[in-house]
């Protein structure tokens, strides 16, 4: 399974990929420190991320939860990760969004599209009915991807997380199936 766009594509992660997903963590490790809880030194070890990635089969598999790698059309590098955790169907059907990427690539759009990928599998190929992420008020960059692929805010999170020690508050972003059939469709100019 590949899911493509203008740039990037998203798809499930190999064993092979465990090395240059070791280095993206290890590269950026103090960019991603304000934003995710404290990981332990083998977090950056590549038999970590191999276990990861075979973690993450079982969860695809159990349908608990997809991650995928984003990797550049032109030449596919891995420049970073989108993940829909917390499956929960039943009357909810829904999932948490959460992503990250290599420094080097921030601030080009590449994040928006793999996003926009991940929700078109949401909706199309696993039939959820509501996506939401969590961000820190402080992590512009992180709010601006979900407003451009279309999330709308929702209120903010009181303590909502742990990060080093401290328990952040999160702002609350959605959007549901219904939204995002509208909001693709006025993208590619199928409606006004």
Known sequence: MKLILDRVHIRPFTLADAEPLRELRVHNRDYFRPYEPARPDSHFTLDYQKD???????????????????????????????????????????????????????GCGYMTEAVRLAIQYAFTEIGLHRLQGAVMPRNTRSIRVLEKAGFRYEGLARSYLHIHEVWEDHGIYAMTSEEWDTEARQRVGMIP
Do not use: C, H
Request: proline share 2%.
């Open 52 to 106: 990861l990635i075979r973690t993450s089969w079982r969860d695809a598999q159990k349908d608990a939860g997809y991650i995928f790698g984003i990797f550049l059309n032109e030449n596919a590098k891995l420049i970073g990760r989108v993940s829909l955790t917390a499956v929960f169907r039943g009357p909810w059907q829904n999932a948490n969004i959460g992503y990250y990427m290599d420094q080097r690539y921030t």
